[in-house]
């Protein structure tokens, strides 16, 4: 893990690939303000969440059984629409083609958006959590809802390059996932040079530095990059990164788990 740093000891990996990052209207995706659910049980407990706003389910033309007729009733009963399809084409929309059970349903996120579409609103994010290369959903659930619990007004979780929100996600994330302030983007590196043009510092947490999170005077708006736990900030990222901070460790430790990493820094921006 590299969000660490022993002194003395440089730990820092980097890894990745420069890439083109350019910003158009097909980068953005109609997706960006759904999480998708799949599974028959996990669907029918989204429609049964009144705390939920489910836009549409989508059951495969071979579903059948008890709990699709009871997920139907509960669409019905919530006026939400419920739309057919072949197998292929929802396990093709479902991302995961061995669990879908034939069944999904579009869930509303009311705070997520395009990463550029918050930077250029009338309140733009004072503080963002940029994830890179962070592959386990688990751990993005975790960082999810640290982030959120401690009033992180941005959690940036690209399309590509980071795990999928995904129903492994959602329940890492206790059901936080649904609610956080998450901003889409293409990839790390598009977001990264989307907050560089917008004037926010971009802090990178690495365990190649002496400089201690703790010490660091940190502003009232800026970008913090998470990086992957075995390859570290990517180099699409890491070339517009302005400064870095780590996180000491004095006990005979190698490394923190990336979303413990998460809990440290997010609560490190509460108390300032």
């Known amino acids: 893990m590299i969000l660490t740093h022993h002194p003395g000891r440089d730990t820092l990996r980097r890894a990745g690939t420069l890439t083109s990052v350019q910003q158009s209207a097909s980068d953005v995706s109609p997706r960006d303000k759904f999480l998708t659910v799949y599974g028959r049980k996990p669907v029918l407990a989204a429609l049964a969440d009144p705390s939920l706003d489910v836009d549409k389910v989508v059951l495969a033309d071979n579903a059948r059984g008890q709990t699709v007729d009871e997920i139907r009733a509960s669409a019905a009963s919530a006026g939400v629409p419920v739309q057919r399809a072949s197998p292929h084409r929802v396990k093709v929309l479902a991302g995961n083609g061995k669990q879908d059970q034939g069944t999904l349903a579009d869930v ?13 609103s009338t309140e733009p994010p004072q503080r963002v959590v940029l994830l890179d290369g962070i592959t386990t959903s688990a751990n993005v659930g975790m960082i999810l809802r640290t982030a959120t619990a401690a009033g992180i007004d941005g959690i940036v979780v690209p399309r590509r390059g980071v795990a999928t929100l995904d129903p492994l996600v959602v329940k890492s994330s206790a059901g936080v996932a649904f609610h956080a302030p998450v901003l889409r983007s293409a990839d790390p590196g598009e977001a990264a040079q989307l907050l560089r043009a917008a004037g926010y510092p971009l802090f990178g947490l690495a365990g190649s530095t002496a400089n201690s999170l703790f010490e660091t005077d940190l502003p009232e708006r800026g970008g913090f990059v998470l990086g992957a736990e075995t ?6 990222v890491h070339r517009h990164v302005t400064d870095w901070v780590s996180i000491p460790m004095r006990g005979p430790v190698e490394s923190l788990n990336v979303a413990a990493a998460a809990s440290i820094l997010c609560y490190e921006l509460l108390r300032r």
Do not use: E
């Open 108 to 120: 509303i996120a009311p705070r997520m958006r395009p990463l550029q579409t918050a930077l250029h």
């Open 231 to 236: 390859d570290g900030i990517s180099a699409a």
